[in-house]
């Protein structure tokens, strides 16, 4: 399960570490997919597998379903672990997310999410996490 939150910055190259405590989890390859809400969701190859199958299994009918299952799959990535703990992020993924500089990685459960540091801040900003709350007993979760 991954969870905290890390600050670190890409390079000019595209380049991110990624801390040591997810390393141990997604291992020396894994894979980057576009997320929602901005971000980039990382996913360990055994979540990922779960996760794209069940894309792929979404009715092909359906357009919804296309366009979900494209937006996850068409903007996946492979990515390998170099020497120095570091991935190489694809220009079309650090374009989509916004990354130029200053990120931050949250482990959120079965993921980690990269996301622009500007962005992240401003979206826990304004987050009303009573609000949330109140929505997530219509889910059937209570804390």
Not at 14 to 33: A, N
Not at 88 to 104: I, Q
Not at 113 to 132: C, P
Request: proline share 2%; with cysteine; charged share 30%.
């Amino acid at each position: 399960m991954f969870m905290n939150q890390y600050n670190h910055t890409v390079d000019a190259k595209g380049r991110l570490i990624i801390p040591s405590k997810f390393r141990e989890v997604l291992g020396d390859e894994f894979v980057v997919t576009k997320g929602l809400d901005g971000c980039l969701f990382v996913y360990g190859n055994e979540d990922w597998n779960i996760f794209a199958q069940k894309l792929t299994s979404l009715p092909l009918v359906d357009d919804e379903a296309r366009d979900f299952a494209r937006f996850f799959l068409a903007g996946a990535m492979s990515v390998e672990v170099d020497k120095q703990g570091r991935i190489l992020l694809p220009a079309n993924l650090r374009e989509f997310a916004r990354l130029d500089k200053d990120v931050v990685l949250a482990g959120v459960g079965s993921r980690v999410e990269i996301w622009n540091k500007d962005v992240w801040d401003e979206k826990n900003a304004v987050t009303d996490i009573r609000k949330i709350t109140a929505g997530m007993r219509n889910l059937g979760l209570t804390i």
